[in-house]
DNA sequence: GCGCAAACTAGAACAGATTCTAATCCGTGT
DNA sequence: ACACGGATTAGAATCTGTTCTAGTTTGCGC
């Protein structure tokens, strides 16, 4: 059962699955959820970080476990998507037990969620040494978008699982609102998501959910490059018209 | 393994989700694929009907069969989800054996979209009767949408299975354009998603997207009735611009 | 009435995610 | 140096989707 645990012990929970989780009901033993007495909320870095417990000693060696463990897991998934991404692998190819994995990452998903992020991180690092340089908002937005398109389109198997899950993912890490945000960043001067209007904010985030599904449509392989380029275009046009400074 | 067969058989094969299939590779033995000399190319009739074989004797049998299943596994997972919905859960209420329900259903996904066609088929039947009533396309297009966010959110368990399962699935019925033909029916005159302009239905495409992200922020208890409203109005309102007779 | 092929059935078998267990490690406080 | 608790580990055990097997049933043409 995915009934997850109350965040508790002196590890580095990174799971981001959680749900209101109405009343499931496996049968079999109803584990109570309880367990460890330490508590901590989680301080939250940027991406869910491994947030060390209480003291700080052995998290050196932790950050390096859960870097070995993402890394293969991002080497699995990139070739083979995440079917070829198994749990007992990537604990294998990490060097871990599978019950440290799940230690790390309470499920495959938390994982995957993991990776995602990273890609993330670099498509924002990307954007930062290169800025888009579109003369309208649409158009930087639009080759923002675009740039991060190419980049998953160079690993389709890697993207399609990603993307997928990303969508899947009860994520407490709104993809969404990072994108949205990043979307504004580009689009008008000194927006932000705090600084934009509701609209402005609810237009981003629409042309973010348009990408999306149009990535997933090019991986179900229904659309090519040029004709998201085009369907992208013409929804920002119209979504983020008037959002120049 | 997933390896979809070559439909063959004189059975109502249902699936849709068809890939690919870059070189999966699960180890163990590597049944060719094969089986059945007979053939035949499902006639496909509106959602994946039965398509009875050659004959067309014991289509009636099967067709009870088939609505049983699905009637089966509707009500699972109205209450549970997708998770509650287990092929074998369903096989039993539906008093098939599980192999008669792979035979109808070659995945779990095939049986999730068999349910979510039903669902929209219903909304459209609601469209029929009554039309949506608003002045402008996109108060046209909100209504609708609104509608059927009112109707799935009766029943979020069942909503969430099926709304991910869509995403997920790697269906050839293109639930996306279902959704794209009905906006635009509802929004232009005369407008079809063959008589629209490409700009048009990629406009509609785009509405829908942003509908279903919405939905599924929803669902994920990020957003209210209300903020999928304004969402939706906002969006509609720009996308749809200028799309009266 | 007989024989065949496809559809069905019951149930075992497999695979991969997730959970559980018992034993060992390791860093910290004493 | 010693005890303690959380972190790890190896591996068994569960759970559920999917596949496979062997035997039975059913509709049809002869």
Redesign the interface.
Known sequence: MRTSHAGAATVPPDHVTH??D?G??TPGRATGASQGPADEASPGGPHGAPAPASQGARTRSQHQRRKRIVQAAAALASR??V?AMQMRTVAERAGVALGTLYRYFPSKMDLVVAVVSEEIDLLETSIERRPPSAATPAGRAVDVLMRATRGLMRE??LADALI?SL??A??DT?F?DRMAGLLLRVSGEGLTLGSATE?QV??A??LG??W???L??ML???RTYEQIQ??IE??AD??L?GFGA
Do not use: D, F, K, N
């Open positions: 749900r209101p109405p499931r009901q083979g998507g079917e389709p198997e997928r969508i899947m009860e994520v709104p969404g609209e609810a237009l985030g629409s959910s348009v999306v599904h149009e997933l449509e179900r392989g229904r085009r369907r013409i929804a119209r979504l018209a």
